[in-house]
């Protein structure tokens, strides 16, 4: 999400009114290397809110997930 650069590159698009965003992600409990979620580590969905400045970290997102 960038108001600069946003829907020009692969996976970004512009913020929304006051910063907002919408996304789909599918998410699976079974990672790669066969540990689950929940299980065998703790996962997260990570937003990084700003990648050109990698010491300001204020406006990231962690958003600890489970899966059932």
Not at 12 to 17: A, D, E, I, L, Y
Not at 40 to 46: M, P, S, Y
Not at 48 to 53: G, L, N, Q, V, Y
Request: overall charge negative; aromatic content about 10%; charged content about 20%.
């Amino acid at each position: 999400m960038n108001n600069l650069f946003g829907g020009m590159f692969a996976n970004s698009s512009k913020f929304g009114t006051g910063g907002t965003f919408s996304v789909r992600i599918h998410v699976e409990a079974t990672l790669d290397d066969g540990r689950v979620c929940g299980q065998d580590v703790d996962c997260a969905v990570v937003t990084r809110a700003d990648h050109f400045d990698s010491g300001d970290r204020k406006y990231d997102v962690h958003v600890p997930i489970a899966f059932q």
